[in-house]
């Protein structure tokens, strides 16, 4: 996934979240810009940012993110500083809006990030993961499939 661009550089991974995958089925991965201020640029370049817990949502013909947290920036003038857990907006195309509205309304699906990084470019922008729910049952499936991957790999290496 850090395949390096025309310039050399790579893409540099501010935050994962590494649940996603495990409590959802992702049927798809858009990439989506972020309307951010200046300590938050700041702050995320400095590492200070967590998507644990937040989700997209549509409202009013736009997506935004809702309950991710980055960290305030310690330098920055009090007055000047920003809302850790303030609802950003994610920079989509109209058609991609309309579409995943449509996807979240008729399908049921649930738009999860996946991943907050910066683009060789140096421009923050966000993985977002069109997701199904998993059944506990599912879960268990997927740590079955894990464990007989990992055990037939350790055989393969000791077999030479």
């Known amino acids: 996934m850090n395949a390096p661009a025309k310039t050399g550089r790579t893409k540099k991974s501010i935050a994962l979240n590494k649940k996603a995958r495990h409590d959802y089925f992702i049927d798809d991965v858009i990439e989506a810009g972020i309307a951010l201020t200046g300590t938050e640029v700041k702050a995320l370049r400095n590492g200070r940012a967590s998507i644990q817990e937040s989700y997209a949502s549509a409202e009013k013909g736009e997506i935004w993110l809702i309950n991710s947290h980055i960290s305030e920036y310690s330098p920055a003038n009090k007055f000047d500083s920003h ?65 007989w991957q990992r055990q037939k790999q350790r055989l393969m290496r000791e077999k030479g």
């Open 83 to 147: 809302q850790p857990r303030r609802h950003r907006k994610l920079l989509l195309h109209k058609r991609e809006v309309d579409r995943l509205t449509g996807m979240i309304q008729r399908e049921g699906a649930t738009l999860i990030p996946l991943e907050l990084y910066f683009n060789p470019r140096g421009i923050a922008k966000l993985a977002l993961g069109i997701a199904r729910g998993k059944k506990q049952h599912d879960k268990r499936e997927t740590e079955k499939k894990r464990d």
